[in-house]
């Protein structure tokens, strides 16, 4: 059993830049794989990014390759996303999962534990 706790989020201006953190209870943490996705008011859920537990190898969604960097540190079972040069399009729910299947990485089907998610707001 994995618990899920993110924290970081706010209101930043466009530009800006925000870290996420995302503080995960339970033994298995470091045997995980760890996304973040995000989801706007009226769309569907969207993914960031993600980090597999065994090759620390990262995948990041198309609209933030280049601007998110998303890390890990097992030994304070946290994971992280570094968010920077913020877009107003970036405004979203920002939730963090845990998962043990090795596929895409990229879909929610994947990961089986969730965060409540945290708000960022990017003002233009």
């Known amino acids: 059993q994995v618990q899920l706790v993110e924290s970081g989020g706010g209101l930043v201006q466009a530009g800006g830049s925000l870290r996420l953190s995302c503080a995960a209870s339970g033994r298995a943490f470091s045997k995980k794989n760890m996304a973040w996705f995000r989801q706007a008011p009226g769309k569907e859920r969207e993914f960031v990014a993600a980090i597999r537990w065994s090759t620390e190898w990262t995948y990041y969604g198309d609209s933030v390759k280049g601007r998110f960097t998303i890390s890990r540190d097992n030994a304070k079972n946290t994971v992280y996303l570094q968010m920077n040069s913020l877009k107003p399009a970036d405004t979203a729910g920002y939730y963090c999962?845990?998962?043990?299947?090795?596929?895409?990485?990229?879909?929610?089907?994947?990961?089986?534990?969730w965060g409540q998610g945290t708000q960022v707001t990017v003002s233009s």
């Open positions: 999962a845990a998962g043990d299947i090795d596929g895409t990485y990229r879909t929610s089907r994947e990961y089986n534990y």
